[in-house]
């Protein structure tokens, strides 16, 4: 069936595309005053009031049903925890992982822990130093999907580690 069909009181033709023998009306969007048609287009997009306050977008709920994702849950953690083994040597953390979308890294220890995913960690820069009791976690726009090494200056510095 060819598309577009004529009206047929008035004869004028309106735009369809023909999909499996039915025809679903073209429209093309417009804005502007009584008798004034703007078409909306790259150079000429479609004008919206705001910004919104905070009181207008939450006058009325919108009603939520189904399953809802929300990003960061319902992930496997995988436990990269451990312990230095030898002083002021570096230790694999965390090996290779492509698929690796989030890390972390929590130093239980007294002192400092040094952190590295571009060569093995060293206590300096540029690895990343992690000071006693703090965490670290990397961004989620630059999680290394590379190997991640650890260092500390004794053995028996403990760190919580997960990846996700």
Known sequence: MPDNITLPASGEVAATDEIGGRHFQLVKLAFGADGVATLVELS???????PLTDAQMRATPLPVSGIVATAGRGVILTDRSGTIATNGQAQ?????????????????????????????????????????????????????????????????????????
């Open 44 to 50: 000429a997009g479609l004008p919206v009031a705001g």
């Open 92 to 164: 694999q953390m965390a090996p290779a992982n492509a698929a690796r979308t989030g890390m972390m890294l929590q130093n239980h220890s007294a002192g400092d822990l040094w952190v590295d995913s571009l060569s093995t960690a060293v206590q300096s820069q540029p690895s990343v130093r992690i000071p006693p009791g703090a965490m670290y976690e990397w961004p989620s726009t630059g999680v290394p999907t590379t190997a991640v090494s650890v260092i500390g200056a004794t053995a028996g510095q403990t760190f919580t580690a997960r990846e996700w």
